[in-house]
């Protein structure tokens, strides 16, 4: 376990739902949080919340998708703190409305926040914790990316989150071996306000099996960060989706479609 007490930290997407559930934590968990996202209103409450736990954490308002502005923003607070220790990239957003018809700029503002912003959050911090010896960075990607379901909106999504775990994999092995660890996070399913927003587009609801709160998934994350395995599956069990679809694939093929209809 990673630990926390005086580590400056970076979570975005923090101002709802997991990324304020993984902040508030951290905060007391004694680092220094910065939390990183769109909604001024919403990270001023964070924010106050945070420094009651760590007064020294602190809110940027920032979309991530700018990733000129994102990596400016890192820059900033690693001159301030002289370091970032970790990052959680846990910003996103959800498959484009309209299917098909949504048009590729639909789906290219998916690919931005969802893998681009991720990647540019990695690369500005990387150089750094790597010269230390010492980092963590946390990249929240969904079983969606390693079994996607059918359907347009789907593809979107599930295609930037398979470019997230895929991209975070490649860089892990250089990097654990410079003392710096790299974590696809899969937080099963969560019922936030994106999570519950997929149900009203006609996502049928996950099986209990899968289905987390954001206490589990952050208690979990707390737990594993910084140690030896590269993936945190907060519902295990979705692994066997990919072996199901290798092993079994037109079976595989029929239950998927079944349970989506």
Same mark, same amino acid.
């Given at each position: 376990m990673f630990d926390l007490r005086g580590a400056v930290v970076v979570v975005t997407g923090a101002s709802s739902g997991l990324g304020r559930r993984f902040a508030l934590d951290m905060a007391a968990g004694g680092a220094l949080v910065t939390g990183v996202a769109r909604r001024q209103e919403l990270l001023t409450t964070l924010g106050d919340d945070m420094r009651r736990l760590s007064p020294g954490s602190s809110t940027v308002t920032c979309d991530v998708s700018d990733t000129d502005h994102f990596s400016t923003t890192l820059a900033l607070v690693e001159n301030e703190h002289g370091r970032i220790d970790v990052l959680v990239n846990n910003a996103g957003i959800g498959p484009p409305r309209g299917g098909t018809g949504a048009g590729l700029a639909a789906y290219r503002a998916v690919m931005e926040t969802n893998y681009f912003a991720a990647v540019a959050g990695t690369l500005a911090?990387?150089?750094?914790?790597?010269?230390?010896?010492?980092?963590?960075?946390?990249?929240?990607?969904?079983?969606?990316?390693?079994?996607? $379901?059918?359907?347009?909106?789907?593809?979107?999504?599930?295609?930037?989150?398979?470019?997230?775990?895929?991209?975070?994999?490649?860089?892990?092995?250089?990097?654990?071996?410079? $003392?710096v660890h790299l974590h696809v996070l899969y937080p099963g399913w969560v019922p936030t306000a994106m999570g519950s927003a997929a149900l009203d587009e006609g996502m049928p609801m996950p099986p209990r099996m899968v289905r987390r709160s954001e206490e589990q998934v952050s208690r979990l994350l707390l737990a594993r960060i910084g140690g030896p395995k590269m993936d945190i599956d907060a519902a295990p069990i979705a692994r066997l989706a990919p072996v199901g679809r290798a092993v079994f694939p037109r079976a595989y093929r029929k239950g998927v479609r079944k349970a989506s209809s």
């Amino acid at each position: 376990m990673f630990d926390l007490r005086g580590a400056v930290v970076v979570v975005t997407g923090a101002s709802s739902g997991l990324g304020r559930r993984f902040a508030l934590d951290m905060a007391a968990g004694g680092a220094l949080v910065t939390g990183v996202a769109r909604r001024q209103e919403l990270l001023t409450t964070l924010g106050d919340d945070m420094r009651r736990l760590s007064p020294g954490s602190s809110t940027v308002t920032c979309d991530v998708s700018d990733t000129d502005h994102f990596s400016t923003t890192l820059a900033l607070v690693e001159n301030e703190h002289g370091r970032i220790d970790v990052l959680v990239n846990n910003a996103g957003i959800g498959p484009p409305r309209g299917g098909t018809g949504a048009g590729l700029a639909a789906y290219r503002a998916v690919m931005e926040t969802n893998y681009f912003a991720a990647v540019a959050g990695t690369l500005a911090v990387l150089p750094g914790m790597l010269e230390r010896r010492r980092g963590v960075v946390v990249n929240v990607s969904s079983d969606s990316g390693r079994a996607p $379901g059918p359907g347009a909106h789907e593809a979107a999504y599930g295609a930037s989150k398979a470019a997230l775990s895929a991209f975070t994999e490649s860089m892990s092995f250089d990097a654990e071996e410079r $003392g710096v660890h790299l974590h696809v996070l899969y937080p099963g399913w969560v019922p936030t306000a994106m999570g519950s927003a997929a149900l009203d587009e006609g996502m049928p609801m996950p099986p209990r099996m899968v289905r987390r709160s954001e206490e589990q998934v952050s208690r979990l994350l707390l737990a594993r960060i910084g140690g030896p395995k590269m993936d945190i599956d907060a519902a295990p069990i979705a692994r066997l989706a990919p072996v199901g679809r290798a092993v079994f694939p037109r079976a595989y093929r029929k239950g998927v479609r079944k349970a989506s209809s």
